[in-house]
């Protein structure tokens, strides 16, 4: 009998850490995040965004922009559709979020079909310009924009945080199934600048 593990295991089971130089890419894999996405019920916009502000301390964005309230986030991905997250939360956390909002919109539990990635480094965004077909300059890329796009090909979400330490900040999400795909993808547009790998 072949013993499995218990509990969630990382999308990138197997890859191991990396070091990299002052200025480089530092990827980081962001280990039990509660995902969720919500999208409205017809004629229950009002009531959802009321219900949400109440329940979260936080609006639902008009548009692609992404608002934090404490640990949770919320994403605007698509019409009346938000992406909602929380630290350390797991699949309780879209549980709760099902429960709270229940009548107003449709919840789905996705923390188990995402791979989210904090991306960090001085030289990052010479990195993204060869991976994403987005421009990722400060002046057009604000801090809280999100946008969806592709990297190598894969469809994956962007958005970006506050700069720390001078260095600029984004996440990177995407489906479970592309997660060593992706990886290499960054791994390689970061070459030239240097790449550092954190696991979960």
Known sequence: ?????????????????????????????????????????????????????????????????????????????????????????????????????????????????YLVLRLTGARLREALAKLVPLDVHERSFRTGDVAQSVAGHMAVMLWRLEDSRGEAVFELCAGRSVAHSLYRAIRDSAAQVGFAFEPA
């Open 1 to 113: 009998m072949v013993d499995l593990p218990h509990g969630p295991v990382s999308a990138l089971a197997g890859v191991p850490a990396a070091s990299g130089t002052a200025g480089a890419v530092t990827a980081t894999e962001r280990d039990g995040l509660g995902i969720a996405r919500v999208t409205a019920r017809r004629g229950q916009l009002e009531a959802l965004g009321r219900r949400v502000h109440e329940r979260f301390g936080i609006a639902l964005p008009d548009g692609p922009r992404r608002l934090c309230s404490g640990e949770v986030a919320v994403a605007g991905i698509g019409p009346e559709s938000w992406l909602l997250t929380c630290e350390s939360g797991g699949n309780a956390f879209a549980a709760g979020v099902r429960d709270a909002l229940r009548g107003h919109a449709a919840v789905v539990d996705l923390s188990d079909a």
